[in-house]
Nanobody, 126 residues
Framework: QVQLVESGGGLVQPGGSLRVSCAAS????????MGWFRQTPGKEREFVAA????????RYTDSVKGRFTISRDNAKKAVYLQMNSLKPEDTAVYYC???????????????????WGQGTQVTVSS
């Protein structure tokens, strides 16, 4: 069983930065592709970014490319999402997800992910 706990959400002004973190309780964290998704009321969960098991490969949705950076620390069993130049449309609940993989393939569909955190609210507003 994998438990994921997000932290670091909050209120930030447009143009500001925020880093959200996800701590995993699992023996073999390096066996999991890690992803970030987000969801707003009335909308489906949306892929944001993902990172391969080793961290050598990343994937982003177009709307965050150049602004968001995903990273991981396998020794600490943690994954991070650094969000810069935030916009009001980035407001959402951000979820961390884990996908057990035997390769470095990075998936961008929620159905590929086996475990989810409880989410952390990010609000971008002046």
């Amino acid at each position: 069983q994998v438990q994921l706990v997000e932290s670091g959400g909050g209120l930030v002004q447009p143009g500001g930065s925020l880093r959200v973190s996800c701590a995993a309780s699992v023996r073999t964290f390096s066996s999991y592709v890690m992803g970030w998704f987000r969801q707003t009321p009335g909308k489906e969960r949306e892929f944001v970014a993902a990172i391969s098991r080793s961290g050598s490969s990343t994937r982003y949705t177009d709307s965050v490319k150049g602004r968001f950076t995903i990273s991981r620390d396998n020794a600490k069993k943690a994954v991070y999402l650094q969000m810069n130049s935030l916009k009001p449309e980035d407001t959402a609940v951000y979820y961390c997800a884990a996908d057990f993989r035997v390769s470095e393939v990075v998936a961008d569909t929620s159905s590929s992910y086996d475990y989810w955190g409880q989410g952390t609210q990010v609000t971008v507003s002046s």
